[in-house]
């Protein structure tokens, strides 16, 4: 698959588990959107602690019932592929940070 090798870009937007669009959850409706859309790669990580875009410490507590956490949802394909796609997802985040970095793919496998 050599359409995945060489420089990538890799975005990632921080947002917490808590957040929605359309009442559903905000980190699903992304991960939804970048399968349909045929990015390369798409990952979504849980934090353990993290300070939000207010300045609060978001953090596990195992006596609270409602948590809520930070997430980082990784992307990753061409440049202009994932330019288009944040454009195209922008209206959905309501709050969060999202940030762009160069990768380099050395191998990817698949049967």
């Known amino acids: 698959m050599k359409r995945y090798l060489g420089q990538k870009k ?7 588990n ?3 669009f359309e009442g559903k959850p ?8 970048a399968k349909e859309y045929g990015l390369a790669g ?21 006596w609270s019932i ?8 990784e992307l990753i394909d061409d440049e202009e592929k ?3 796609f944040l454009e195209q997802t922008d209206g959905m985040i309501e709050e969060g940070i999202t ?4 990768t380099e793919v050395i191998r990817y496998k698949h049967k």
């Open 99 to 102: 940030t762009l970095s160069d």
């Open 82 to 84: 994932i330019f288009d």
């Open 26 to 33: 905000l980190w699903e409706e992304v991960l939804i959107k």
């Open 18 to 20: 808590q957040d929605k």
């Open 42 to 62: 798409a990952t979504v990580f849980k934090g353990v602690s993290g300070i939000g875009v207010r300045g609060e410490i978001h953090s596990f507590n195992v």
């Open 66 to 73: 409602a948590q809520k956490l930070p997430l980082v949802i």
């Open 10 to 16: 890799v975005a990632r937007i921080y947002i917490d």
